[in-house]
């Protein structure tokens, strides 16, 4: 069965920083291109940063650039987002996805004093 | 960036009937190879999104096949020929031929 578990949100300050988390099984991870996507609950999808195979190429939004940074262990078939500098308005529920489809469940970020 | 303007952005319509959404991009979504960088997705309440057509026409595996995508270039169409009740969600198109990726406004489908 194909999976993404997507973890590593919860409660920060602004300012602080988190880093997300997405394992992949079920299929060959090397091979997916994979982004992430954020939304405020309620709210419409807004893509955060993309990656290629393996990590030599990748792209992120305005909002975000700077800030955030997307990577890649292909060896542990995992894909991170590196959170600095948070602000209020990055809080949402972050869910991985790749580009042959599968998406994992979310994991929520707050950011507040 | 490429704006992707759906429409329209909520739709009620009765079981059984027809639903057609609208996805207009404001550049070209066809890459070199011929293939046209977009997908529609469908997100059902209090679930993550879930992809249902890529490259405009291909349906996802275990998509039903009263959903069908269309359009070349800048205009797109997701069709869902007869609305069933497990339809009810959210429905997105993104591109994806140039970095950032973008969505959609989104369209809200509900039973009428």
């Known amino acids: 069965e194909v999976q993404l578990v997507d973890s590593g949100g919860g409660l920060v300050q602004p300012g602080g920083s988190l880093r997300l988390s997405c394992v992949g099984s079920?299929?060959?991870?090397?091979?997916?291109?994979m982004y992430w996507v954020r939304q405020v609950p309620g709210k419409g999808l807004v893509w955060v940063s993309g990656?290629?195979?393996?990590?030599?190429?990748?792209g992120c939004a305005d909002s975000v650039k700077g800030r955030f940074t997307i990577s890649r262990d292909n060896a542990k078939n995992t894909l991170y987002l590196q959170m600095n500098s948070l602000r209020v308005e990055d809080t949402a529920l972050y869910y991985c996805?790749?580009?042959?489809?599968?998406w994992g469940q979310g994991t929520l970020v707050t950011v507040s004093s | 960036d490429v704006v992707m303007t759906q429409s329209p952005l909520s739709l009620s319509v009765t079981l059984g009937q027809p639903a057609s959404i609208s996805c207009r991009s404001s550049?070209?979504?066809?890459?070199?190879?011929?293939?046209?960088?977009m997908y529609w997705f469908q997100q059902r309440p209090g679930q993550s999104p879930r992809r249902l057509i890529y490259?405009?026409?291909n349906r996802d595996s275990g998509v039903p096949d009263r959903f069908s995508g269309s359009g070349s270039g800048t205009d797109f169409t997701l069709k869902i020929s007869r609305v069933e009740a497990e339809d009810v969600g959210v429905y997105y198109c993104?591109?994806?031929?140039?970095?950032?990726?973008?969505f959609g406004q989104g369209t809200k489908l509900e039973i009428k």
């Open positions: 550049q070209s979504l066809v890459s070199s190879d011929g293939n046209n960088y």
């Open positions: 490259w405009v026409s």
């Open positions: 993104m591109q994806h031929i140039q970095w950032p990726h973008t």
């Open positions: 996805a790749s580009y042959e489809g599968f």
């Open positions: 990656i290629d195979y393996d990590g030599s190429n990748t």
């Open positions: 079920g299929f060959t991870f090397s091979t997916h291109y």
